[in-house]
């Protein structure tokens, strides 16, 4: 059972959080957390995404945790963004 905060029940279909933590964080926290670590499918609505279209050494849960401006700043060399369409309109190069 869930309370108006969405706490009570995991969000998530897959996750590398203890069981007791998911249960007991709200939907609104749960959704904060990057897909790679605990997905609640929220990527798509929260812009939590990564921008690679190539080769990264960056964990994937830090790319989706981080934001654009430092992806963009990440060299392609560690973090390929070449090509990748960011929100501001600008596309990696």
């Not at 590398?16 to 609505?45: C, F, M, R, W, Y």
Request: charged share 30%.
């Amino acid at each position: 059972m869930q309370n108006d905060q969405g706490q009570g029940a995991s969000h998530a279909k897959d996750s590398s959080l203890p069981k007791t933590v998911q249960d007991k964080a709200p939907k609104s926290v749960e959704d904060k957390i990057p897909d790679a670590a605990h997905d609640t499918g929220a990527n798509k609505e929260t812009g939590k995404v990564s921008h690679a279209t190539g080769d990264s050494k960056v964990p994937k849960v830090l790319q989706e945790g981080l934001p654009e401006g430092v992806e963009k700043a990440v060299p392609n060399a560690l973090h390929d963004t070449s090509g990748a369409k960011f929100s501001d309109g600008s596309v990696g190069k």
